[in-house]
């Protein structure tokens, strides 16, 4: 398909402008820059056409997040039209099952990063750049999108196919093609299909009606995509929501007072990561030479209250800042300094 842009805005903008994209990105404007309801059916208006042109007579399957335009009913139908097959996978796991998170989305930023240092290495664009208008900061975006878009598939394919094998959509029983086939395994033993009960009526109640239009914040990962009831607010966002009463609005006061506070989340002192734990975890990391990346993604995990979900053994564990720091200190990682800590 061609890279697709989510900008901000209405797309009131003058016909140079289009004319100007890069002919290979195409543009969905949206009021936040992230995927509603309507910017979803913008995209399945360019995914049919596209399906139509290059495999009008093959089934495909579409792994998505559970943001709420991607859970309508109305969505899967028009999807099932096309021959496409939708899949939800477990939230907080698209790095395990989902491809675009198996680094294909790291690879397309990384190759885009390289297209905007290149464009601004040139000293006139660099002096010139920060009074750029915005037209001419989109159009600049669609070209650096495009020019990413075609060195990873003129570069990128092997890197591409390991990893739709990593994300086990090339795993076949039969083992045809060049991936090796599950039966290979020698832990595996074909059993007979037997349907869970109750597992028809839970994949269809995991479908939601097009009653509301509830407008998503949502992003490319599950875990973080969230959705929100509509109001009159929603449908017009000059409007103002009712006045609360004198108990909510003392309510709302304190949940704002708590946001506002900058204390870090602790976790629970029963269900922390142990120091043993922590020493492994960056022992392994330090073995591969990322020492320092690991201790910066534990001490992460330990200022946002995140719970670790591997090892398996640590799944649903916390992380704390003084566990951290004195594993760190046991495997010779030295960096707090360096993190601001």
Known sequence: MPAILYLRGKGRVSEVERMSYHPDVQIIWTPKGYLNRDANKAWLDLWKQWKDE????????????????QALKSFR????????????????????????????????????????????????HNAGFSSLSAS??????THWVGAAREIYIASKRKQHEN??????????????????SVESSPVFALQAYQQWEGLTDAIEGSWKDDVQNVESDGSSDSSSSS???????????????????????????????????PAVPEPVPENLVSVEDLVHMLSSAKARNKGL????????????????????????QKVVFSRLKEAAKAVGIDVWEEMGM
């Open 293 to 316: 990346a690991g201790a910066q993604m534990l001490a992460g995990f330990a200022r946002c209250g995140t719970a670790v979900q591997h090892p398996s053994k640590c799944r649903g």
């Open 77 to 124: 139908e028009c999807m099932e039209a096309t021959g496409t097959y939708v899949l939800h996978g477990p939230t907080g796991s698209t790095h395990v099952w989902q491809m675009i998170d198996r680094h294909v989305g790291k690879m397309h930023k990384d190759l885009l990063a390289e297209e905007q240092l290149e464009y601004l290495a040139d000293d006139d």
């Open 136 to 141: 001419d900061r989109r159009v600049l975006l």
């Open 227 to 261: 959705t929100s009831s509509s109001s009159s607010s929603d449908s017009n966002p000059d409007s103002l929501p009712d006045v609360p009463d004198h108990a909510a609005v003392e309510e709302v006061d304190q949940a704002n007072q708590q946001l506002a506070e």
């Open 163 to 180: 990893c739709c094998a990593a994300s086990g959509l090339l795993l076949t029983l039969t083992g045809k093609g060049r991936m090796p």
């Open 54 to 69: 290059k495999m009008p007579d093959r089934h495909a399957l579409l792994t998505c997040d559970s943001v709420d335009p």
